[in-house]
C-alpha cells in the first residue's frame, strides 16, 4: 500500500516549457487535490476532483490543467511554465464520505521555472 | 480575505512548555476542521474536527472546535524539540453538490529550543 505518490520530486523547467506533475493513489480515494506551497502562503488549493470524470478549480487554477480519467490517477499540467510557477507542489486524497483519517498528501514535487 | 487565520503565524518556546495555536474560520458550509503537522516534508495528519465542544486528543497534543463561535485550537503540552514544525490549521467546505474542498491558514511555525 503505497499511499499518494508524487513524481517527479524535483523538476527545473525553462520558462515557456510544459510538464505534467504526476499524482496517483492506491487506496480507492475519490476525492484528490493538488496544491501549492509558498513560503509565507501556507498551501493553496489549484485543483481538485471528486471522482473520475469531475474536476473543479480551486483558489489558484490559472495556468494549470488537470483531468481525471481514472480514481487512482490525478496529473497536474503545466502547458507554458512561467517563474511565478516555481513551488512545492502536493498532491491530497480523502475518501469522499467523512473519514476520521483526514487528507493524505504526497511528499511534493519541488518545481524550479527559470 | 482568508477564509482561514492563524496565530500567531511564529512561536519560539523552550522544552516543557505548553502552547497553544489558534484558528479561526469563515466559510459558508462548514464541513470539518483538519489540523496537520508539517516538518521538511508532507503535512501528516493530526486531528479532524466536526463537533463542537468534543476535545480530540493524542499523547501530548490535543484539539477542540466551537462552531458558534467559528474557531478552533491546538495544544502541545510538555512540547518537545521534536514538536518543532509548521502547524496548519485547515477547513473542509461543501462547494456546490457533492462537491468539497479543503482551504488551508498560513502555518503556526512553531520552535522548541532545548
Known amino acids: 500500500n503505497a499511499g499518494v505518490t508524487q513524481t517527479p520530486k524535483f523538476q527545473v523547467l525553462k520558462t515557456g516549457q510544459s510538464m505534467t506533475l504526476q499524482c496517483a493513489q492506491d487506496?480507492?480515494?475519490?476525492?484528490m487535490s493538488w496544491y501549492r506551497q509558498d513560503p509565507g502562503m501556507g498551501l493553496r488549493l489549484i485543483h481538485y476532483?471528486?471522482?473520475?470524470?469531475?474536476?473543479d478549480q480551486g483558489e489558484v487554477p490559472n495556468g494549470y490543467n488537470v483531468s481525471r480519467s481514472t480514481t487512482e490517477d490525478f496529473p497536474l499540467r503545466l502547458l507554458s511554465a512561467a517563474p511565478s510557477q516555481t513551488s512545492v507542489y502536493f498532491c491530497?486524497?480523502?475518501?469522499?464520505?467523512?473519514?476520521?483519517?483526514?487528507?493524505?498528501f504526497g511528499s511534493g514535487t519541488r518545481l524550479t521555472v527559470v | 480575505e482568508d477564509k482561514v487565520v492563524q496565530s500567531p503565524l511564529s512561536l519560539v518556546v523552550h522544552e516543557g512548555d505548553t502552547v497553544t495555536l489558534n484558528c479561526s474560520y469563515e466559510?459558508?458550509?462548514?464541513?470539518?476542521l483538519l489540523w496537520y503537522k508539517q516538518e521538511k516534508k508532507a503535512p501528516t495528519f493530526l486531528f479532524m474536527l466536526t463537533s463542537s465542544g468534543i476535545e480530540k486528543k493524542s499523547g501530548r497534543l490535543s484539539s477542540i472546535l466551537d462552531k458558534k463561535e467559528l474557531f478552533s485550537i491546538l495544544n502541545i503540552t510538555a512540547t518537545q524539540t521534536g514538536d518543532s514544525a509548521i502547524y496548519l490549521c485547515a477547513v473542509e467546505e461543501e462547494s456546490g453538490g457533492s462537491n468539497y474542498k479543503l482551504t488551508f491558514g498560513k502555518g503556526t511555525l512553531l520552535t522548541v529550543n532545548p
Open positions: 466559510v459558508t458550509n462548514f464541513r470539518s
Open positions: 476532483s471528486v471522482g473520475a470524470g469531475i474536476t
Open positions: 487506496m480507492n480515494h475519490e476525492y
Open positions: 491530497a486524497s480523502s475518501y469522499q464520505l467523512r473519514d476520521s483519517k483526514g487528507y493524505t
